[in-house]
């Protein structure tokens, strides 16, 4: 009984040995099959590495029929994929889809880093761009700059004085009342803006004989040549244009000359009107005033073009030329301007010579009688004359400019020769390029800002 119970165990225990191992061998037979099939037919294109190698760590035959398993065993195509790739390929494949799979995660890392900031790398090293709201909330302005060289040595003390080609001096050539005002000291005043206007006995006597002088003129010009001598119908004619000129030598225009002359009831006064655009200055009219012929009742000024005079040296004048550029400073402002005549005599007592300069002046920021500094031309020694707010310290402490461009605004580094007086001789910028000579501080903090923390926390 104990030798057939013992031989009973031991046919059970084989019977088990069996089975487990026919499930290894089905097993091992299952792994070396998968990544064959895997890759069976692909060629070199490798289509399969986007399968994931926790797919093939998790498999078991829970999840797989052993007929299924058997087919794949028994398939010619998952033997043998033409390519005899061999027990050793087959091997590396999975390292290699692992490699790649932490390859793809990295660079989706890159391309986002969870901040949503995948494309801020990229992107740092472009230039800032503001509107033109924001450059006029943070005082930016900017310059551009001249194709000419300048020495901080090449210097001269100036006075802005109005530019004497845009401005009228108002004087009638007869004498007048001043009836009524019609503008302040100072005022804007459009072209044909009424200004004053004048009245008086002078100005009736004047307006009466030319209506009169119209008017026989008018006669005999309609007379035909044997009806009125050629001498007379001359006369006639000098004597309506006489009176004309004198109507003129009071500024009347001829469009009032002409109302006048249709209706004489209108004699004894007139209204001066403004002939350019400009600003009231030098105005010494009152009311109820008598003022004799020749004397200035009102000066206007176009200040959208000023003049500068600078008195130099002999050695600063031996490189001016008419047409030449030139700076001016005035205050904070420094302005590209145009030399457009020099005196070539010496002032006795000064033993210098007058220079003229013409600048333009949009917007009126500058005004005649203010001092200035003005920066002549030298080729040998010269440089871009930039004032202080232009220039700011990069990361790496060396000096930089903001430039301007259809980017937007783009940091240069500099080299600064020389400072004084709230003046920099810099050099390494193109000439007729923009540069901010105005606000670069916050442009500086802009970009120091985003160059410290991209991420905006």
């Known amino acids: 009984m104990k030798n057939q119970q013992s031989v009973k165990n031991s046919f059970k225990l084989n019977a088990i040995s069996r089975a487990m191992g026919f499930g290894l061998l089905i097993t091992l037979a299952a792994a070396i099959s998968l990544p064959s099939a895997a890759f069976a037919g692909e060629g070199h294109d490798?289509?399969?590495?986007?399968?994931?190698?926790?797919?093939?760590?998790?498999?078991?035959?829970?999840?797989?029929?052993?007929?299924?398993?058997?087919?794949?065993?028994?398939?010619?195509?998952?033997?043998?994929d033409g390519h005899d790739h061999g027990e050793e390929e087959g091997h590396d494949h999975d390292a290699e889809l692992a490699e790649k799979a932490e390859?793809?995660?990295?660079?989706?890392?890159?391309?986002?880093?969870?901040?949503?900031?995948?494309?801020?790398?990229?992107?740092?090293?472009?230039a800032l761009q503001l509107t033109a709201e924001q450059q006029q909330l943070a005082g930016i302005e900017v310059a551009r700059l001249s194709?000419?060289?300048?020495?901080?040595?090449?210097?001269?003390?100036?006075?802005?004085?109005?530019?004497?080609?845009?401005?009228?001096?108002?004087?009638?050539?007869?004498?007048?009342?001043?009836?009524?005002?019609?503008?302040?000291?100072?005022?804007?005043?459009?072209?044909?803006?009424?200004?004053?206007?004048?009245?008086?006995?002078?100005?009736?006597?004047?307006?009466?004989?030319?209506?009169?002088?119209?008017?026989?003129w008018s006669r005999v010009k309609r007379m035909s040549k044997s009806a009125v001598s050629a001498s007379r119908r001359l006369q006639a004619q000098v004597d309506a244009e006489l009176k004309r000129a004198t109507l003129e030598a009071m500024k009347m225009t001829t469009s009032q000359i002409g109302t006048l002359e249709s209706n004489p009831e209108t004699i004894g006064s007139y209204q001066l009107l403004a002939p350019i655009n400009g600003r009231v200055q030098q105005d010494l009219a009152m009311l109820g005033q008598v003022v004799a012929a020749g004397t200035a009742l009102m000066q206007l000024t176009d200040e959208s073009h000023?003049?500068?005079?600078?008195?130099?040296?002999?050695?600063?004048?031996?490189?001016?030329?008419?047409?030449?550029?030139?700076?001016?400073?005035?205050?904070d402002k420094t302005l590209?301007?145009?030399?457009?005549?020099?005196?070539?005599?010496?002032?006795?007592?000064?033993?210098?010579?007058?220079?003229?300069?013409?600048?333009e002046n949009p917007g009126h920021v500058i005004h005649a009688g203010q001092f200035a500094?003005?920066?002549?031309?030298?080729?040998?020694?010269?440089?871009?004359?930039?004032?202080?707010?232009?220039?700011?310290?990069?990361?790496?402490?060396?000096?930089?400019?903001?430039?301007?461009?259809?980017?937007?605004?783009?940091?240069?580094?500099?080299?600064?020769?020389?400072?004084?007086?709230?003046?920099?001789?810099?050099?390494?910028?193109?000439?007729?390029?923009?540069?901010?000579?105005?606000?670069?501080?916050?442009?500086?903090?802009?970009?120091?800002?985003?160059?410290?923390?991209?991420?905006?926390h």
């Not at 797919?55 to 398993?69: A, I, M, P, R, Y």
């Not at 009342?177 to 005043?189: A, D, L, S």
């Not at 006995?201 to 002088?213: L, R």
């Not at 020099?342 to 002032?347: C, K, P, V, Y």
């Open 306 to 331: 000023l003049w500068v005079e600078a008195q130099v040296t002999p050695k600063q004048s031996e490189n001016v030329s008419i047409g030449s550029k030139a700076l001016v400073r005035v205050g």
């Open 46 to 80: 490798h289509s399969a590495e986007t399968v994931d190698k926790t797919e093939f760590n998790n498999f078991s035959l829970e999840n797989k029929s052993l007929e299924n398993v058997s087919l794949e065993v028994a398939s010619p195509e998952n033997a043998d």
């Open 103 to 126: 390859s793809k995660n990295a660079s989706s890392e890159t391309t986002d880093d969870g901040h949503g900031h995948g494309e801020e790398a990229e992107e740092e090293g472009h």
């Open 147 to 216: 194709e000419e060289a300048f020495s901080l040595e090449a210097v001269a003390t100036a006075t802005l004085v109005v530019d004497r080609d845009r401005t009228m001096t108002l004087a009638p050539q007869l004498d007048v009342r001043i009836e009524q005002r019609h503008v302040v000291p100072g005022q804007e005043v459009k072209k044909g803006q009424p200004l004053l206007t004048l009245g008086g006995v002078a100005v009736a006597q004047a307006q009466a004989e030319y209506i009169n002088a119209a008017a026989e």
């Open 336 to 359: 590209e301007a145009k030399i457009i005549g020099r005196s070539h005599e010496l002032d006795s007592v000064t033993r210098t010579e007058q220079i003229l300069v013409s600048l």
């Open 373 to 456: 500094e003005l920066y002549l031309p030298n080729a040998v020694q010269g440089g871009v004359i930039l004032p202080d707010a232009a220039l700011t310290r990069g990361g790496d402490g060396d000096w930089q400019v903001f430039v301007q461009d259809k980017d937007g605004f783009e940091a240069v580094e500099v080299e600064v020769v020389e400072r004084q007086r709230g003046m920099n001789l810099v050099r390494g910028l193109a000439a007729g390029s923009n540069v901010v000579v105005s606000g670069a501080f916050f442009l500086a903090s802009e970009q120091a800002k985003s160059g410290f923390d991209i991420h905006n």
